[in-house]
C-alpha cells in the first residue's frame, strides 16, 4: 500500500472520530460546598395543679375522708428558688354558709399529707396565713419546697393529700353549709 494512500485514510478515519466523539471542554470541577442550618427547641416552663374529688363532704373526724391534690412541674430553674401549696377557705368567718349561719375557718381543722419537705403534720386549724400564701382564712401551707442543688427536680410532680374535719359542731343549727377550699400552687 503507498504510504500516502495510508496518510489520507489515517486522515479520515481521525477526521471522522473528532466529528462522532463529543469533545468535553476542559474546565474545572465544582467543588464541595457545605452550609450549617442552627436548630433551637424550646420548652415553656409550666406550673399545673388538680384536685380530686371535686365535690368533699367534709367530717366530725379528721382525716377520714381525703382529696387528692397532684401538682406538677416544669422550671428552668433562674430566678426559681421555692415552689408552694397552699390551700384556703372562702373566709375567715364564714368559711361555711347555710341556713343555720356560717362556720368560722378556725373550727375547721386540716390534716395534710405530703412526701415534699414543709408540710403540716397532724391537725391544724385553717386561720393561719404562712410564706407567700395568699391573704385570708388559710390552712397550713401543704408543702414548701425550695429549689435547691441537690435534691429537688426541676421537672417532676407530687401528689399530696389534705383532709378536713369539723371535729366540734356542738351550737350549730341544722342543716346543710357549703363553701370552697381553693388551691393555690405557686413558685418564687
Given at each position: ?38 436548630l433551637s427547641y424550646s420548652v415553656g416552663e409550666s406550673l399545673t395543679i ?29 430566678g426559681e428558688h421555692t415552689l408552694e401549696l397552699d390551700a384556703w377557705l ?99
Open positions: 500500500m503507498n504510504i500516502s494512500r495510508m496518510r489520507s485514510s489515517l486522515i479520515f478515519v481521525l477526521a471522522t472520530l473528532m466529528v462522532a466523539l463529543p469533545v468535553q471542554p476542559l474546565s474545572a470541577q465544582p467543588g464541595a460546598a457545605t452550609t450549617r442550618v442552627s388538680s384536685a380530686t374529688p371535686s365535690t368533699y363532704a367534709i367530717s366530725s373526724s379528721v382525716g377520714s375522708n381525703l382529696i387528692s391534690v397532684t401538682t406538677a412541674w416544669n422550671f428552668s430553674g433562674v372562702g373566709s375567715a368567718s364564714a368559711a361555711l354558709s347555710g341556713s343555720g349561719g356560717n362556720i368560722a375557718s378556725a373550727s375547721i381543722f386540716a390534716t395534710e399529707a405530703t412526701n415534699l419537705q414543709g408540710g403540716t403534720p397532724g391537725p391544724s386549724a385553717c386561720t393561719s396565713t404562712a410564706g407567700s400564701s395568699p391573704a385570708g382564712a388559710a390552712c397550713p401551707p401543704i408543702f414548701v419546697e425550695p429549689f435547691t442543688a441537690s435534691g429537688f427536680v426541676l421537672n417532676g410532680s407530687n401528689t399530696s393529700t389534705i383532709g378536713l374535719a369539723l371535729p366540734n359542731s356542738s351550737g350549730l343549727a341544722a342543716g346543710s353549709y357549703t363553701g370552697t377550699l381553693t388551691l393555690y400552687a405557686q413558685v418564687y
